[in-house]
């Protein structure tokens, strides 16, 4: 599992007009090839009147699975500089499809490049990118006694506390990145001085909005 990595936030679209034909971007997070595809059929359906739904997206930890498609459009103008704005931006697990209804005006193969990058990129930023970072729970369990300066301790330290399980004694879930765990852990020891038990729970990503 990577440490952290890039999405698009949501699923979602963005409408521009270049030069009278008119670009609908659409952007779905896609964990496998499988959703991709599913989801390039389905905008394909809902926009069967179109003149293009070109596609691209980039499925993977390590990018492995990559595809371009460029439905009708000049060969190499459409598909591939959507997936290269997919690149750039290093988005994993995402897939776009934009959509063209021909306005009349033939914009050239430098046109059609830019215009199909213009309304990848500007559907992303509409829609929002996040950060996904890997990290692992750690539970800490005290006696009461040390509840109300551990608490203060944790959250003054801007420490993420999933839960807090109030039964014999008090337990504290906290999500620690997983490269911190060890030094984490470490600090909890000098502080309560080793008067506290710690057990590793489960690892999980959680997401922040970032600007791009």
Known sequence: MLEYYLTVKNEGKHEINIQK???????KRTETEEEAQAFIQKIKK????????????????QNL???????????GT??????????QMDLKDTAIVVTRYFGGVKLG?????????NSTSEAIRQIGVVKRSLMREVIITADYGMLG???????????????????????FH??????????????????????VEMRDGEKKYIERDIQI
């Open 21 to 27: 034909s008119h670009f609908i971007g659409h952007i």
């Open 46 to 61: 809902e926009h069967a009147s179109a003149t293009h739904n070109c596609s691209a997206y980039m499925i993977g930890e």
């Open 65 to 75: 699975i990559q595809k371009a498609q460029d439905d009708g459009e000049p060969s």
């Open 78 to 87: 459409a598909g591939v500089p959507m997936l290269e704005v997919l690149k």
């Open 109 to 117: 193969a430098g046109g059609l490049i830019r215009a199909y990058s």
């Open 149 to 171: 300066k551990l608490e203060n301790e944790l959250r003054n330290h801007e420490q993420l506390i999933e839960n807090i399980d109030y039964a014999e004694q008090v337990s």
């Open 174 to 195: 906290v999500l620690v990145p997983v490269s911190e765990v060890d030094s984490f852990k470490g600090w909890i020891i000098d502080f309560t001085s080793d008067q």
